[in-house]
């Protein structure tokens, strides 16, 4: 687990009219909730978080959280939401949740493919069916990613979620044993969707 260093303001004004003066400050409203913590109101800077965001993603983020006026000493929290405006192009919330280390917790991890398969060099294609997948752990068990190795797989075979272990401490949970990854024929998807199955193939290739 990598925690992210981010330093943010307190913040004491709430409503829409507070919440709209700090977008127009360049600043995001959020909050810091936990099961054993009031909830702290905050402000975050929005360039520092957009760099973020670019350099590692929306999912699976940990940070080591500065509040401002507490000594120095970090928060342990983990990404809940971020909240945008209707058009996708700027924050309008983000949430924080603080985390117990020796508690479990849910969060989304990408999954990554790694190999080229057996089928793909008889002219299959790679279908990337779930792109992330939600893992139940300690905070200091969260994997950056969920690595699946395809090298094996024959056209029509497919990586199910139940096919997928990452140890005692991790949990994948599910209610169906659903299709992650699948090796199709080239005729079975469009030009586009082929296109992008090859460069799919590239990627996981370049590993």
Do not use: W
């Not at 913040?11 to 977008?23: D, F, N, V």
């Not at 670019?54 to 939401?81: A, C, P, S």
């Amino acid at each position: 687990m990598e925690l992210i260093e981010l330093s943010v303001a307190k913040r004491e004004s709430t409503g829409k009219g507070a919440a709209r003066k700090l977008r127009s400050d360049n600043a995001i409203p959020g909050i810091v909730y936990g099961a054993k913590i009031e909830p702290v109101k905050v402000s975050i800077d929005v360039n520092t978080f957009d760099k973020v965001i670019r350099e590692n993603g929306t999912t699976g983020l940990f940070f080591d959280l500065k509040v401002e006026g507490e000594g120095g000493t970090g928060r342990m929290v983990m990404l809940k939401e971020i909240q945008m405006d209707p058009f996708g192009l700027r924050y309008q919330h983000i949430d924080f949740h603080e985390i117990d280390m020796d508690a479990t917790v849910s969060i989304v991890v990408p999954v990554e493919v790694q190999g080229i398969s057996a089928g793909v060099k008889e002219g299959g294609m790679v279908q990337i069916i779930r792109r992330d997948l939600e893992v139940i752990c300690k905070p200091k068990d969260t994997p950056e990613s969920i690595k699946l190795d395809i090298s094996e797989l024959e056209i029509g075979d497919s990586i199910h979620v139940a096919d997928i272990d990452l140890g005692a401490e991790i949990e994948i949970p599910f209610d169906t044993n659903f299709t992650v990854v699948t090796i199709v024929p080239p005729e079975s998807g469009s030009d586009d969707e082929e296109g992008e199955e090859k460069a799919e193939v590239a990627e996981a290739g370049a590993e």
